[in-house]
Structure formats: C-alpha cells, structure tokens
C-alpha cells in the first residue's frame, strides 16, 4: 500500500523560504519509472501542479514558478522536498505530494495522494 | 502552460446521467491519450477516478467513464448517487519538460 504524508509550516511570513517534505511508503524513489510530484490548491481554487521529481533525480517544475522551486529526493529516508522561495500570500494554499503511476499507466498520473498541508503566507 | 477549461459547475438528479467536458488544446489534451480525471470531497485529498482517457483504476465504479474527441476530454458519471457530489478535475500531459496540467475545476451538485 503506497502512502504519503507532507509535513511544514503552516505559516510563513511574506519573503521567506518554504520547506515542505514529503514522507512516503509502499514503494522506492530507487525504482525504474517512480516520481514524485507536487500539486497546490490554493482555497476554493483548482489544482495546480508545481514539480515533479524522477528515479533517476530528472526534475521538472511549472514554467511559472521554476524560479522559485526547487525538488530535491533523499532516497534512502523516503523523502522528497520542495523548497518555495519568496513567498507571498498568493502562495496560500494546501500543498499535496502525490506518486506518479507508471506500472500501468502511459500518461503517468497522481495516484494516490496525500492529505495535504495548509500553508498560510500572512505577516 | 494555460489550464483546461471545465464547466464550473454540473448538477443533476439521482438515477441521472451527467457528463463534464475538459477543453485544451492540440499541445495537450488532443496532443495525447494522456487524460486523468481526479474526484475532491471537501476537505480531503484528490482521488484518481480515470486515466489514460479511459481506463478506471481498481475500486473504482463502472459508472465512471472517460472519452475523447479532438481537444475535448470527457467524464460521464451514469447512475449519479448523492456520493458523487464533488468537485472534479481533469488533467493532461503536455510535454516531457512540463508534463502536467490541471483543468479548472467542476463542481457537482446531487439535485
């Protein structure tokens, strides 16, 4: 059974560094064709995917946001961060991890997710 | 990177059928057979109901079905029941160096 559960702040102030984790079981960021991602939505708003982390440490990040996210994977505790610079309080929102399907999928989507974190930017 | 375009909201009655459209573009939607449609209880995570256009993860109800023509995605829900009152959103791949995009969201109301 795959399970994720993202941990942080839930609050930061305007200017400041985020540092979501994410802390996942039932599979290996070791293994040929895994991904993590990260998806946020801010309140009452839509999904909106951020980055996405591969097995073989191959990133990708929203054209819009790249400057300011960075994925990086800690294979051997199961964790993958993402750090959000500059935050403001647009970026309110609840922050997901989500594994990529591969086994049976060619379009790879996010199955299953996790709970998400609400991250509020206030000062 | 523009998001897919749902209705904002869908309703119908119980026993009824209804179908959400996901409109993109030929860079996404009509570029692939790479559609996902995830379901959103209040206050919880997302759920996976259809990927790869068509296909229903296990668990999933049969009343789910997903299609494609053109730029234009679809996810029929047949048999509506009261538990399917949620929000939901379509995604596509679009490219290896961004390979997600998610719709805008639609709301289902169990009349």
């Known amino acids: 059974q795959i399970t994720l559960k993202e941990s942080g702040p839930t609050l930061v102030k305007p200017t400041q560094t985020l540092t979501l984790t994410c802390t996942f079981s039932?599979?290996?960021?070791?293994?040929?064709?895994?991904?993590v991602g990260w998806i946020r939505q801010p309140p009452g708003k839509a999904l909106e995917w951020l980055a996405l982390?591969?097995?073989?440490?191959?990133?990708r990040y929203s054209p819009s946001l790249k400057s300011r996210l960075t994925i990086t994977k800690d294979t051997s505790k199961n964790q993958v961060v993402l750090t959000m610079t500059n935050m403001d309080p647009v970026d309110t929102a609840t922050y997901y991890c989500?594994?990529?399907?591969?086994?049976?999928?060619?379009?790879?989507?996010?199955?299953?997710w996790g709970q998400g974190t609400l991250v509020t930017v206030s000062s | 990177q523009s998001a897919l375009t749902q209705p904002a909201s869908v309703s119908g009655s119980p026993g009824q059928s209804i179908t959400i459209s996901c409109t993109g573009t030929?860079?996404?939607?009509?570029?692939?057979?790479?559609v996902s449609w995830y379901q959103q209880h209040p206050g919880k995570a997302p759920k996976l109901m259809i990927y790869?256009?068509?296909n229903r993860p296990s668990g999933v109800s049969n009343r789910f079905s997903g299609s494609k023509s053109g730029n234009t995605a679809s996810l029929t829900i047949s048999g509506l029941q009261a538990e399917d009152e949620a929000d939901y959103y379509c995604?596509?791949?679009?490219?290896?160096?961004?390979?997600?995009?998610f719709g805008t969201g639609t709301k289902v109301t169990v009349l």
């Open positions: 989500a594994h990529r399907r591969y086994y049976d999928s060619s379009g790879y989507p996010f199955d299953p």
């Open positions: 039932g599979f290996s960021l070791s293994t040929s064709g895994v991904g």
């Open positions: 995604s596509s791949y679009t490219s290896s160096s961004t390979p997600y995009v």
């Open positions: 790869d256009v068509s």
């Open positions: 030929s860079s996404d939607v009509g570029g692939y057979n790479y």
């Open positions: 982390i591969y097995w073989d440490d191959d990133k």
